[in-house]
């Protein structure tokens, strides 16, 4: 019956289905010298995991190291220059030729802008001297149709003249 439960136990232990009492019990079995036969080859595993229980690392574990330390300035040093280099120019202001070119910029883009407004009036103007033009094309083509019609009534009406 013992046998037929621990064979169960393995079962269960090879699909991670075991509880700690279980495998305690696995374990007590495994390691004592009444081993079934067949289950002979579990029990290599089973010896290996009390050992390894047993096993403790001796050797000394450095807690800080020369290079986090060194890492450490770095990262100061980096941050420092970053702070530098933002607070540095908003605290001494802009100097005179930074502020000479601002300034240049700013009416060389009020020029541009001036160019670019006459030169959208000038289209404007003649997009109207345009859409004039089309009319009078459109009046054109119109009284030309009435004087076509004109000389068709000037035919028939010296037909009917010479006729009578």
């Known amino acids: 019956m013992v046998l037929n439960n621990i064979e169960k136990l393995i079962e269960k232990y090879n699909n991670a289905e075991t509880t700690l009492k279980e495998e305690a019990q696995l374990k007590a079995y495994f390691l004592s010298d009444d081993v079934a036969p067949h289950l002979e080859h579990y029990k290599p595993m089973f ?7 047993k096993e403790q690392y001796t050797k000394d ?11 450490q ?3 100061v040093a980096a941050v420092t220059v970053l702070m530098l280099g933002l607070i540095v120019p908003k605290v001494l202001g802009p100097s005179e030729q930074d502020l000479r070119d601002q300034e240049m910029a700013l009416a060389t883009y009020n020029q541009t802008m001036e160019a670019f407004n006459l030169i959208s009036l000038g289209m404007n103007k003649g997009k109207t001297q345009l859409t ?3 009319l ?7 009284g030309v149709e009435q004087a076509s019609r004109l000389e068709e009534f000037n035919v028939i009406t010296n037909r009917i003249l010479k006729n009578k």
């Open 47 to 53: 010896q290996y995991f009390s050992n390894s229980k």
């Open 61 to 71: 574990v450095p807690l800080k190291s020369i290079k986090t330390k060194l890492y």
């Open 73 to 75: 300035w770095i990262s």
């Open 132 to 134: 004039n033009l089309a």
């Open 136 to 142: 009078v094309s459109e009046n054109i083509n119109e």
